[in-house]
């Protein structure tokens, strides 16, 4: 599968962004996704997971209760809906695909990746 994140930009503290991860292949529906972010100088982290029926999302504490995944299985993409956007959330984010039901917060937990697509958020 193929990925391809969109979306990114320049926004102020306390504004919002979507994030859409558009997917290739015919499988889609049956890979786990998740979102992953790089600031400079830092290592990957992980953003949140989303299962492959759309059904069960689970996040990383920093962003629980601001950012939202959901998926369009039909168009095969996966979104990541960022609210109450803060300075440290400035990173390059990217999708994933995990060929797999269990969750997974590493990245090598994930087989495919697609290029990222920056974030910063200004004071």
């Known amino acids: 599968v193929q990925l391809q994140a969109s979306g990114g930009g320049l926004v102020q503290a306390g504004g919002s962004l979507r994030l859409s991860c558009a997917a290739s292949?015919?499988?889609?529906?049956?890979?786990?996704m998740g979102w992953f972010r790089q600031a400079p100088g830092k290592e990957r982290e992980f953003v949140g997971t989303?299962?492959?029926?759309?059904?069960?999302?689970y996040y990383t504490d920093s962003v629980k209760g601001r950012f939202i995944i959901s998926r369009d299985n039909a168009k095969t993409t996966v979104y990541l809906q960022m609210n109450s956007l803060k300075p440290e959330d400035t990173a390059v984010y990217y999708c994933?695909?995990?060929?797999?039901?269990?969750?997974?917060?590493?990245?090598?937990?994930?087989?495919?990746w697609g290029r990222g697509t920056l974030v910063t958020v200004s004071s």
């Open positions: 994933a695909a995990r060929d797999s039901m269990r969750i997974e917060t590493t990245p090598a937990g994930y087989d495919y």
């Open positions: 292949g015919r499988t889609f529906s049956t890979y786990r």
């Open positions: 989303i299962s492959a029926n759309g059904l069960y999302t």
